[in-house]
């Protein structure tokens, strides 16, 4: 079965420095991978996604991850955090293949601080 | 940009109640899925639906659950007798072909009283 570990909880940052949010996944293969950001009251946003090639993937609002598959990770990092980043991260894995579903980490909830 | 919608954003039912929430997934999207997060927890996957048919649900999809298509544009999500435990964010989501990912929508808060 497929599973996702998002280590932190919760992180705060001040405005300006780097960010790095932790994801490690189980699957017996390799997975599709995505992070998505929920802001208060809003829906899941895709920020990035990585299906296969090139393991370090850019995504939109500036962020980027990298695939590691020798240490079943998929971390999300920004060399710059901006305060309207201030929201819930969440990585996900599904199953290669569409219409598959998606199997979420419990999310780390970011806090910016001015 | 295309995006999922969902109708209504809040809704409070009485226990024992039928609920029935819905969805209008992106146009040319072929899948379709609901999900749920109870406060505080992660986002659950419910139930995913293709071809007019349910091709994947998870144990939570009980026979209290149901999904239908009724028409060409809307995909509902229908609870029979809600439970106190049904209270949630129920989101839906919609993809397209192959290895597209799935876009969500911003969901709709089940209070159950």
């Known amino acids: 079965a497929q599973s996702v570990t998002q280590p932190d909880i919760h992180i705060t940052v001040s405005e300006g420095a780097s960010l790095e949010l932790r994801c490690n996944y189980s699957y017996g293969a390799t997975p599709y991978l995505f992070w998505y950001v929920q802001s208060p009251g809003q829906g899941l946003q895709l920020l990035l996604k990585y299906f296969s090639g090139d393991t370090l993937v850019q995504g939109i609002k500036g962020f980027e991850a990298e695939f590691k598959r020798s240490q079943s990770s998929f971390n999300l990092r920004k060399p710059s955090v901006h305060w309207s980043d201030a929201a819930e991260y969440f990585c996900?894995?599904?199953?290669?293949?569409?219409?598959?579903?998606?199997?979420f980490g419990t999310g780390t909830q970011l806090k910016v601080e001015l | 940009e295309p995006e999922v919608t969902q109708t209504p954003s809040h809704q409070v039912t009485q226990m024992g109640q039928e609920v029935i929430l819905r969805c209008v997934p992106i146009?040319?999207?072929?899948?379709f899925y609901w999900y749920r997060q109870i406060l505080g927890q992660k986002v659950e996957f419910l139930v995913s639906?293709?071809?007019?048919?349910?091709?994947?649900k998870s144990e939570i999809f009980d026979d209290q659950f149901s999904v239908e298509r009724p028409d060409g544009s809307n995909f509902t999500l229908k609870i029979r007798s809600t439970k106190l435990e049904d209270s949630a964010m129920y989101f839906c989501?919609?993809?397209?072909?192959?290895?597209?990912?799935?876009?969500f929508g911003d969901g709709t808060r089940l209070s159950i009283l």
């Open positions: 989501a919609s993809s397209d072909e192959g290895i597209q990912p799935q876009h």
């Open positions: 996900a894995v599904g199953r290669p293949g569409g219409g598959n579903k998606l199997t």
């Open positions: 146009s040319n999207h072929l899948y």
């Open positions: 639906f293709y071809n007019n048919e349910i091709s994947e």
